[in-house]
């Protein structure tokens, strides 16, 4: 079944949600018309500057609301998990910045809500959507890594000035991102990473350095993550919220035939190795393989969105979103492989917590 009618968009979380908000006023079926944060001075500065009139304080209000059709969840990550039920039971469709939950008995929750519901669900882990996780992607299914078998990321980013409000009380980041000692945040590098090998991971062993920075935080200054996938392939996973340094992300695959390496900043580019260039060990620029290997999609973007030249990739992510709407298809980061690129940071607090013993990830493809 095709729609054509126009889909109307209502944002929850107006300070964190304005990213999606020039992205689906770009698509021709949809339009940002509802915003609801419960600070109302926020709410008023974010609809002003972006001129969406419809305002809401009040979240059952918004989905009571018939004429919005989808909803953002831009909210705190304990919040995300309980606002989709509600959307999904208010027949909306839901799409839901990361993480998807923050407990198991969450993520079972989120399951059986998205199985009974006629609407779409879909993670919004838009790191899948940079262009050089892209390219690796599209290379690493073209043959040109060989058999991959390591891979790893890392999310270096201090945060601590958002720990608490102007008046010093903590905010929800305290609690949720390093308020529990586990490899939390970390669907941004391995929702990635698997992506490319196309497996799920199996178990986890976390081990942490111990709390140097900030005696405050119950969470590790930096939080180390081994994953096993299906296949006995190696991914490693390093989260650090609170060290005092400059942020970075990073990534990297090793195959039989090839590997990659991110930027580790200071004027570093992305780089790349492949036995099949008959140059020996030298690397490579990955922007060389852009013509290549980067799907057409991205050398001739549609016209709708020419202009986004620097945000092609939350376009692409809403674009995607609302096309499973429009033809009644599967979202491409679906439930279940939400779930694929959380748990595995949910489980790890046991983990680190008994010595870096290995853990089990469920797979909720299998729940009851």
């Known amino acids: 079944m095709t729609m054509t009618r126009q889909l109307n968009v209502g944002i929850v979380g107006a300070r964190r949600g304005t990213g999606f908000i020039q992205p689906f006023n770009t698509i021709a079926e949809t339009e940002v018309t509802a915003l609801c944060d419960l600070n109302e001075e926020t709410l008023r500065t974010v609809g002003t500057t972006h001129g969406v009139a419809k305002q809401f304080t009040d979240y059952e209000k918004l989905l009571e609301d018939d004429n919005i059709h989808i909803v953002v969840l831009a909210t705190p990550e304990n919040l995300h998990v309980p606002q989709t039920i509600a959307a999904l039971n208010a027949g909306k469709h839901v799409i839901s910045e990361v993480t998807a939950a923050v407990s198991l008995d969450q993520c079972a929750e989120l399951v059986r809500a998205v199985r009974k519901s006629r609407t779409k669900y879909m993670m919004a882990e838009n790191y899948c959507y940079l262009k050089s996780n892209v390219l690796i992607g599209n290379m690493v299914r073209r043959g040109m890594f060989g058999d991959i078998y390591f891979g790893e990321g890392e999310y270096l980013h201090n945060v601590k000035s958002l720990h608490h409000d102007s008046e010093g009380n903590p905010t929800w980041r305290y609690r949720w991102q390093v308020g529990v000692n586990r490899c939390n945040y970390a669907t941004h ?22 709390v140097h920075t900030d005696p405050e935080y119950t969470m590790e200054d930096t939080v180390m993550m081994l994953c096993k996938t299906e296949s006995g392939a190696l991914i490693k996973i390093r989260i650090d919220m609170l060290s005092n340094r400059p942020p970075n992300s990073y990534y990297s695959l090793q ?112 729940l009851d």
């Open 189 to 210: 590098h391995l929702g990635p990473i698997l992506q490319w090998f196309n497996e799920r991971v199996v178990s986890v062993c976390c081990l942490g350095t111990g």
């Open 255 to 366: 195959g039989t035939k090839g590997c990659y390496e991110g930027s580790r900043g200071f004027g570093d580019q992305p780089k790349i190795w492949l036995a099949e260039s008959g140059r020996g060990e030298e690397w490579m620029l990955l922007s060389a393989f852009e013509d290549e290997f980067l799907p057409d999609r991205w050398k001739n973007p549609p016209q709708e969105a020419a202009h986004l030249t620097d945000r092609l990739g939350d376009y692409f992510e809403l674009r995607d979103f609302v096309d499973c709407i429009i033809e009644d298809t599967e979202p491409p980061l679906d439930v279940y492989t939400a779930l694929d690129f959380t748990v595995p940071g949910l489980v790890s607090e046991q983990s680190i917590a008994n010595a870096g013993a290995p853990i089990a990830v469920p797979d909720f493809r299998i």
